[in-house]
């Protein structure tokens, strides 16, 4: 195992504690914990490019660990009442979508590339900030509301553009027999 998938498996471990943060009103355990994870996300990149180690395991596991992390977060901060339901319910149809459309297209033997959209970065990118920032108006009770709310409806819309773009492409792979999907959410 390289160290690059060391350190995303580290990411992985960290979810439960995250959960646990929040549900034990923990918030600034919990939002350590979170920017810990979301710089881990940046330095096993950066560390599986400047050692040779990128792999097939860790394009597969980093944007697992990802959105086990974002989904977990961002249902547990629903169910608090600290993120809009239709939110959540967007965030995790979206990525439900995509799992099951890769999986659709591995039943039927469809040549399935993993090489994310720029839209899923920026998408992945707006959860991870509005995910930070609610855990930090949480843990040093600083409320932003104009800032929180903002950040929400631009998340949401861009997470709904990036349920299209793949949802675009998945009938195009279904179609034609050649496409990307996203396997960094």
Do not use: C
Request: glycine content about 6%.
């Amino acid at each position: 195992m390289t160290i690059a998938n060391i350190i995303t498996v580290g990411r992985v471990l960290l979810v439960p504690i995250i959960i646990w943060a929040l549900l034990a009103e923990q918030p600034i355990f919990a939002f350590v914990a979170f920017v810990i994870a979301g710089l881990s996300d940046a330095v096993d990149g950066i560390v599986a490019r400047a050692l040779d180690q990128q792999s097939e395991f860790g394009t597969i596991l980093d944007p697992i660990a990802d959105k086990l992390m974002l989904v977990s977060v961002f249902i547990v901060l629903a169910y608090l009442g600290h993120l809009p339901l239709w939110l959540t319910i967007l965030v995790v149809s979206r990525d439900l979508i995509i799992v099951f459309g890769v999986m659709l297209a591995f039943v039927l033997e469809k040549d399935v590339k993993i090489k994310p959209l720029w839209v899923s970065k920026v998408n992945t990118l707006l959860q991870i900030v509005l995910a930070a920032l609610v855990l930090g108006v949480l843990g040093f009770e600083y409320p932003l509301p104009t800032t929180q709310t903002t950040l929400e409806y631009v998340t949401g819309l861009l997470t709904a553009a990036s349920a299209m773009a793949y949802i675009v492409q998945g009938l195009a792979l279904f179609a034609n027999g050649a496409a990307h999907q996203d396997g960094e959410t």
